[in-house]
């Protein structure tokens, strides 16, 4: 093992990515349902449901939908013209329809309350799985290594080759990976599922994406958001020697340089 960088492969890396991310979305399932059943999440969907189908089957929609192959969500994402392709009695059928769902305060109230919860559920959720997978299990493994980068034989330390601590790996893992590259673009995404969104607030996501490919490309460690935060890099585990401290790293770099001396002298 040497002191000098020995930068893990991108290839490695990827692969490490892979298999931290597939834990993480395993996590993130369980978390969501355990979330989902103590707020009672199914229970408000199942009323929305119900109060939605209550006001289509007052409008005969059910019929409109099996004669026309069309529903209120679809007949709402058309275009005017694709919507002059029906009968006027139908089109009228369909548009007081969608306003008086759209105008139901109820259902307003139950609808909001899903988009909460939605995001509270994802939230949370990613939060315990990076939690445990970016976190404690490199807490257990040390150096900064998760299960792909153990499996991968890759470490993470300060770019001044030295171990990260705790607080280190907390930067990287929760302020960086989780509240950086993940949260931000998760609820940008998931309000522009639920309409409340806008092509700017999607211009953000794209922003960071292009911000990742520019640090990969221009810095020198080819390091991500996470690791500019945290000041560390990925590195080769068999044939990178990572300090304890500053002062070991230069005392064996001196150690080092006295040795190469005297052998320069024989």
Request: aromatic share 10%.
């Amino acid at each position: 093992m040497i002191y000098d960088l020995q930068k893990a492969s991108m290839m490695k890396r990827v692969s490490a990515f892979l298999l931290d991310f597939i834990l993480v979305i395993i996590l993130v399932t369980g978390f969501m349902w355990i979330i989902s059943s103590i707020t009672g999440y199914d229970d408000y969907s199942n009323s929305l449901s119900e109060k939605m189908q209550a006001i289509e089957e007052s409008y005969g929609i059910p019929a409109i939908t099996e004669k026309y192959e069309i529903d209120i969500d679809r007949y709402a994402a058309l275009s005017d013209e694709e919507r002059n392709k029906y009968p006027e009695d139908v089109q009228k059928v369909l548009e007081d329809c969608i306003n008086d769902i759209n105008s139901n305060e109820e259902i307003a109230r139950v609808y909001m309350m899903m988009i909460s919860l939605t995001i509270l559920m994802v939230s949370l959720s990613l939060f315990f799985a990076v939690l445990i997978v970016e976190f404690f299990i490199p807490l257990i493994f040390k150096n900064g290594q998760t299960i792909g980068k153990k499996v991968f034989a890759l470490a993470v330390m300060r770019i001044d080759g030295v171990r990260i601590s705790p607080v280190i790996l907390f930067v990287r893992s929760i302020l960086g990976k989780y509240t950086v590259e993940i949260m931000i673009p998760v609820i940008i995404i998931l309000m522009m599922f639920f309409g409340v969104g806008s092509i700017v607030t999607l211009g953000v996501v794209v922003l960071i994406l292009l911000f990742e490919i520019i640090l990969v490309i221009a810095t020198k460690t080819n390091s991500f958001i996470h690791d500019v935060l945290s000041s560390t890099v990925v590195v080769d585990l068999p044939s990178q020697m990572i300090f304890d401290s500053v002062e070991a790293k230069i005392e064996y770099q001196a150690r080092i340089h006295n040795e190469d001396a005297k052998n320069a002298k024989y």
